[in-house]
């Protein structure tokens, strides 16, 4: 497995599962320069995003990831990580399918960060 696959696949791991018990931990993923696209609103910087996430209508959920596609987006170390899967609501019996796309920074200190993240629920 290529290198970019396992940060890809490390990156999602972590991501979702910091999602689904914490949300508000996220927002060491993000940077003041970072964008979410959620549902087609836009918002910039690692607090108004955090701060949308955390706001979501509901207090828990679970991911279950059904693909994760990675591409090197630059001789700099960039990665596009396109995510897709379902989500599943407390409480609720039906599942929602969802595709997200992270453009993954590289850091000085070794890790990535998430420049943009765009989501979108799959509606049948």
């Known amino acids: 497995m290529e290198q970019g696959d396992q940060v890809a696949r490390a990156f999602v791991e972590h991501y979702y599962s910091t999602f689904d018990t914490n949300r508000a931990a996220l927002s060491s993923l993000y940077q003041e320069s970072s964008m979410l696209t959620f549902e087609g609103q836009k918002f910039q910087g690692a607090q108004n995003i955090v701060g949308k996430l955390t706001s979501l209508p509901f207090e828990q959920c679970k991911h279950s990831i059904t693909t994760t596609d990675c591409q090197p987006s630059s001789s700099n170390g960039t990665l596009l990580v396109f995510v897709s899967g379902n989500l599943q609501l407390a409480g609720e019996q039906h599942l929602l399918k969802f595709s997200q796309m992270f453009h993954l920074m590289p ?18």
């Not at 070794?110 to 765009?118: A, R």
């Open 107 to 124: 850091t000085p200190q070794g890790s990535f960060y998430v420049q943009s993240d765009i989501f979108r629920l799959n509606y049948a």
